[in-house]
T-cell receptor
Framework: GAVVSQHPSWVICKSGTSVKIECRSL??????MFWYRQFPKQSLMLMAT?????????EQGVEKDKFLINHASLTLSTLTVTSAHPEDSSFYIC?????????????FGSGTRLTVV | AQKITQTQPGMFVQEKEAVTLDCTYD???????LFWYKQPSSGEMIFLIY??????QNATEGRYSLNFQKARKSANLVISASQLGDSAMYFC??????????FGKGTRLSVIA
């Protein structure tokens, strides 16, 4: 089946530094990548949608200059949290779509737990 | 816009019993899909079952079945013969076309031995 590899699984960084999270689709072409954020005991909140080769579309309230998304190829998308602060500590998870929708049209990475100290 | 409502923040079920997790949805689209995911404490999103809006039969996947009532806009998940390993958060989600999945708030299921 479709697999999305997300790295790192967890990261601790100092306040003010930047962190890059990668999502790679291993056996299919991810035409669209969705990035979600999840706070403890809450649901997944969509941050942005990116299509390969295009600028990402950010949801209202998400700072595009803080959460940089790159989707330069059909197999790789990255989320960079710039100048991270403790309030950015959260669980980030990507979901890749091959554009077909349907039951296997969305494949999730395993998520990244970010802790900013 | 789509909206998913899960009204049960938490549920308890005895091991080997069946449990139903509720999900209602609101959409104006004619073509849409409904998903259920399991999220254990590790955080990964595990796909359980899918129902397309035009599917006439209720979806089933092993111990999971989806009770799809289109007129009521409900898509309840039924887990039969609960196991301790079923304890987790369960999310109902929907999409239309290639739009992002919209998630409900989730239900925490606890299976008791």
């Amino acid at each position: 089946g479709a697999v999305v590899s997300q790295h790192p699984s967890w990261v601790i960084c100092k306040s003010g530094t930047s962190v890059k999270i990668e999502c790679r689709s291993l056996d299919f072409q991810a035409t669209t990548m969705f990035w979600y954020r999840q706070f403890p005991k809450q649901s997944l909140m969509l941050m942005a949608t990116s299509n390969e080769g295009s600028k990402a579309t950010y949801e209202q309230g998400v700072e595009k200059d803080k959460f940089l998304i790159n989707h330069a190829s059909l197999t790789l998308s990255t989320l960079t949290v710039t100048s991270a602060h403790p309030e950015d500590s959260s669980f980030y998870i990507c979901s890749a779509s091959d554009g077909t929708g349907g039951d296997y049209g969305y494949t999730f990475g395993s998520g990244t737990r970010l802790t900013v100290v | 816009a789509q909206k998913i409502t899960q009204t049960q923040p938490g549920m308890f079920v005895q091991e080997k019993e069946a449990v139903t997790l509720d999900c209602t949805y609101d959409t104006s689209d004619q073509s849409y899909g409904l998903f259920w995911y399991k999220q254990p404490s590790s955080g990964e999103m595990i796909f359980l079952i899918y129902q397309g809006s035009y599917d006439e039969q209720n979806a089933t996947e092993g111990r999971y079945s989806l009770n799809f009532q289109k007129a009521r806009k409900s898509a309840n998940l039924v887990i039969s013969a609960s196991q301790l390993g079923d304890s987790a958060m369960y999310f109902c989600a929907s999409h239309s076309g290639n739009t992002p999945l919209v998630f409900g708030k989730g239900t925490r299921l606890s299976v008791i031995a």
